[in-house]
């Protein structure tokens, strides 16, 4: 999986860093500050998925607490731009 470009996005991050791959994001100016990306799977993957109905997600937290987090499959999920 890999995070892609995607039209709403209006940062990167890790764009200058070597030891991350560079991910496009969606930063909202709001109370909650969310931070929102877009994975595509590679046909390989998405087989994976279908057949196991799983994911895993992976969060470095950098030992402090763990912000609250949320995985969809729909954009209307996860934001809506007005």
Not at 9 to 21: A, I, P, T
Not at 43 to 53: D, K, Q, S
Not at 64 to 70: E, R
Request: glycine share 4%; hydrophobic share 45%.
């Amino acid at each position: 999986m890999k995070p892609i470009k995607f039209k709403e996005q209006n940062c990167v991050y890790g764009k200058d860093q070597s030891e991350y791959m560079p991910l496009p994001a969606l930063k909202i100016q709001s109370e909650n500050g969310e931070i929102i990306s877009c994975w595509q799977m590679s046909l390989i993957e998405r087989i994976y998925v279908l057949f196991t109905g799983k994911v895993w997600l992976s969060i470095m937290m950098f030992n402090k607490p763990l912000a609250p987090s949320f995985i969809a499959i729909k954009k209307s999920h996860v934001f809506k731009i007005e």
